[in-house]
């Protein structure tokens, strides 16, 4: 069973002068920027330049937005299985070489970051999630011979494919399809994945490195992990002897794993309090009652899915900057995430300096923080570095 589309390839001809952008390594190319043959969808295309010469080849599909993604810049251009499981050896070979025993979550392939476009497979232990983007990728990629690759190769029991659609289900194309969520370690915690139907493909693994500064800084302090989920940040401010945690999250559920989690990690349910809120009517509250926190972590969902979105989002993020920023003590610790791809890191330290400006607090910059080494992205894409994270130390 092939691993990848096989076909008659196709040549497409740039219309616009991209050729710089291409071989700095600029993996998308859109409906306005080639011709458009018609071809099934997931077709292996040339690109031809507009002088006439082949300069890449990549996944085609004439029906949507991002027409062509580019899969390589190298002669002879070839998208074969040997070309993909070079880029699947490739990726298992760095995330090998990133991680230890106490930690068996991790992307495993990170799509254009790994060299193959609209592919992404994360690990928890011995399950694996796959999730395919939208257009080429879906009719390009074949997941059932891939998942079969992927378990004789790493050893796996569950390979899970996830279709788009935020609380759509998984299917199993390997093994069973758990019927509870999967544990796996992270720096010797132990979380758990709904990799069925939970966000994403079941874990926030994206703040890995930010949970670990986190326990570091936790200790004999008062937690607040707003926007918690299932309590990623608050079991690490737990486990680095926070003085006591709470979590704050609109979905019950959420709130009930990260009390769960809590527990199965052996720490005393007295240290951590759990609520389901909205966090902006929370932080309204907890100002208005005067309680402060040394510590207060808020990573929401993306305000801004899109361009449009821009303006709102800058409001939103300020908003929470302001409302976070009054429930911080003197000299306390504020860090403030986004995970909003057409969000830069400038927009949101100005959005930071707004809200903060409103609540009257200034702030120190200790550390800015984006993805982490299991999630590469090509240096000439930055609209893939879509994670940003500040840790802030506000006056006293």
Request: aromatic share 8%.
């Amino acid at each position: 069973m092939p691993l990848v589309r096989t076909g008659a390839v196709i040549t497409v001809r740039l219309q616009k002068d991209l050729l710089r952008s291409i071989r700095r390594g600029h993996c998308w190319l859109f409906s306005d920027a080639i011709d458009l043959p018609t071809a099934p969808s997931g077709s292996v295309a040339r690109v031809q330049s507009r002088s006439g010469d082949i300069i890449a080849s990549g996944i085609y599909c004439r029906e949507h937005p991002l027409a062509l993604r580019i899969c390589s810049t190298q002669a002879p251009f070839h998208l074969d299985d040997d070309w993909l499981t070079g880029r699947l050896e490739a990726a298992i070979r760095l995330r090998q070489s990133l991680f230890q025993s106490n930690t068996t979550g991790w992307r495993l392939v990170a799509g254009e970051g790994d060299g193959v476009p609209g592919l992404i497979v994360d690990l928890y232990d011995d399950t694996a999630v796959m999730k395919l983007d939208g257009g080429a990728p879906e009719d390009f990629y074949q997941p059932q011979a891939i998942a079969q690759w992927l378990s004789h190769r790493l050893n796996l029991s569950v390979v899970v494919h996830r279709q788009r659609g935020r609380g759509t289900r998984g299917d199993a194309l390997v093994g069973q399809l758990p019927s509870k969520p999967v544990h796996f370690l992270e720096n010797g915690l132990l979380f758990e994945a709904d990799v069925v139907q939970g966000q994403k493909t079941g874990f926030f693994l994206d703040q890995r490195d930010n949970r670990a500064l986190v326990r570091k800084l936790s200790q004999g302090r008062r937690v607040l992990n707003l926007f918690s989920f299932n309590g990623g940040f608050s079991m690490a401010a737990g486990m680095g002897d926070a003085e006591h945690v709470t979590s704050v999250d609109v979905a019950q559920h959420a709130i009930h794993s990260a009390g769960a989690l809590w527990e199965l990690n052996g720490l005393s349910p007295e240290r951590h309090y759990g609520l389901v809120a909205d966090a902006f009517d929370f932080l309204q509250q907890a100002a208005k009652q005067k309680q402060r926190w040394s510590l207060v972590i808020c990573d929401p969902p993306s305000f801004a899915p899109n361009q449009q979105a821009l303006s709102s989002a800058a409001s939103a993020y300020a908003k929470l900057a302001q409302l976070t920023s009054a429930v911080v003590e003197p000299g306390g610790l504020l860090a403030l995430a986004s995970c909003s791809c057409h969000f830069s890191s400038d927009q949101l330290t100005q959005a930071n300096l707004e809200g903060l400006g409103r609540s009257h607090r200034s702030a120190r910059l200790i550390c800015q923080r984006g993805l982490p080494a299991d999630h590469p992205t090509p240096l000439a894409m930055p609209e893939l570095r879509y994670l940003k994270f500040q840790l802030l130390e506000l006056d006293g």
